[in-house]
Structures are given as C-alpha cells and as structure tokens.
C-alpha cells in the first residue's frame, strides 16, 4: 500500500495541496488521503463512508481530521455539504459535477440526481418576484423510489382486496 498511485498526480488533489500552502495549512499524508477518498468519488459521502474507504485501503485516520480535512475542503469549492435529513452531513465533489438537485428515497436511502431547465428558470422568477438577488438554491425530493416500489408491489399479498395504495 501507500506507493505512487496514479492518483497522486490527481489535478483536484494537487488544488487542494495548493489551497493548504495558500492558506498556511499544513499539507499532511492524512489530509491527502481523506481528499483523494473524496474527490475521486461522485457519490453523496458521508463521515461513516469515508471512514469504512479509508479502513478498506488500511489508512487508519482519526474522525478528527476526517472532519476537518472535510471542513477545508468545504471551504476551498472543492467540495459541496448536503443535508438529506439524515441528521448528518454528506459530502459531494464540486469539479466537473455541475449543479443538479436530488431526489432521495426514504426506504433504501438512495440518492437520485437530476438537473431540470424549467426549473432552474423558475428559480430566477422566484427571486426576481420577491425582489431578490439568486444566489445559490437546493432542492430535495423526498420519496419512495421505483425499485423500493416495485418491491412493495411484489410483496403485496395477492389474494387479499385488490390494491387501493396508489397515491
Ligand atoms: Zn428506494
Ligand atoms: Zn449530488
């Protein structure tokens, strides 16, 4: 473990290198290795799914510096925080992720992202409406999603009264 992965010639990972020298932050390997678990992934990462990356790859690094890694990161763009109302944060890589909004099931936990251009318009009438400047706005959907449908569809007993639920 641990020798040249093509990974370390990542460009984020060298932005975040730099953001650290540019702020007087020490660059250290344990810093490094949260970013690179973070910043190679595309999906919604949350302190628990970093920690289990990092274990997976024999890096043992205290939550400490998890979330302090993740608090400059934050802070640096490079990466965004979301909440799903899980009661904790998830984490998402910002370059070459445009913006998007997401729909999340409440069954399976899975988190679906999309991007809508009516949307996006009525976002800008919304502000201009109320006298507001748009900054920066987020959507989450929250739901059952079609597999966990599909699955209570199957599930459903089929000799009993015929299915009502369809709201
Ligand atoms: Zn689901
Ligand atoms: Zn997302």
Known sequence: MGEAQPTDRSPLLDGFRRYLREHGLPVT????????????????????????????????IG??????????????????????????HRYERVPGHPHHEHLICLRCGRVIEFTNEQLERLKTMIADEHGFQHHHHRLEIYGVCREC????GADRPVTSSPPIESR
């Not at 919604?44 to 024999?58: F, G, K, M, P, T």
């Not at 449908?149 to 209570?152: K, L």
């Open 29 to 60: 390997t344990q810093r490094e290795q949260v970013a690179e678990v973070i910043l190679q992934s595309l999906g919604h990462l949350s302190v628990d799914d970093i920690e289990r990356q990092l274990r997976e790859r024999d890096l043992k």
């Open 63 to 88: 939550k400490a510096t998890v979330y302090r890694t993740l608090e400059i990161l934050a802070k640096s763009g490079l990466i965004t925080e979301r909440d799903f109302n899980e009661g904790f």
């Open 149 to 152: 449908r599909r699955q209570a």
